[in-house]
């Protein structure tokens, strides 16, 4: 067995890591910050479907815990999976979020290096959500 290339993309938000986490757990809000999710996810059973352009992906997510730990597995139309790690730690008084990206077979250095830049744009957009304290503004809830 081989091991793929890998690329940790993290970001630090100013914003207590619970917090962080409780957001990113919601999975229904995901695709306020996950630009891949743009169309939303919806839930069946223990998974969810995520429309895109390869069809409909099914996104199974790591059960609720302590630890920060918002790991999904997603299952292509073609068999294809793929284990994304997403992890929410402290980080002083705020949280560090880290996404491991892994470099698929065949992929190319180009679309692994675009991949990487879309993971960076999307925690760049989840940190501005809970920094600016909208992520309840931007759902229709009212914020406490």
Do not use: C
């Amino acid at each position: 067995m081989t091991t793929m290339a890998a690329r940790i993309i993290h970001i630090s938000i100013e914003r207590d890591w619970r917090d962080v986490y409780a957001f990113m757990a919601d999975h229904a809000k995901m695709p306020l910050w996950a630009s891949g999710l743009s169309s939303g996810l919806t839930r069946d059973g223990d998974e969810w479907i995520a429309p895109g352009e390869l069809g409909n992906a099914r996104v199974r997510f790591a059960p609720d815990n302590a630890l920060g730990v918002v790991d999904h597995l997603v299952t292509l139309e073609n068999g294809t999976k793929v284990h994304n790690a997403l992890r929410v730690v402290p980080n002083g008084d705020g949280a560090e979020v880290m996404f491991t990206l892994l470099r698929q077979a065949e992929m190319s250095n180009e679309h692994f290096a675009a991949d990487a830049a879309w993971v960076e744009k999307d925690l760049a957009a989840l940190k501005t959500i809970l920094e600016a304290g909208n992520e309840k503004a931007k759902t229709g809830e009212n914020m406490p």
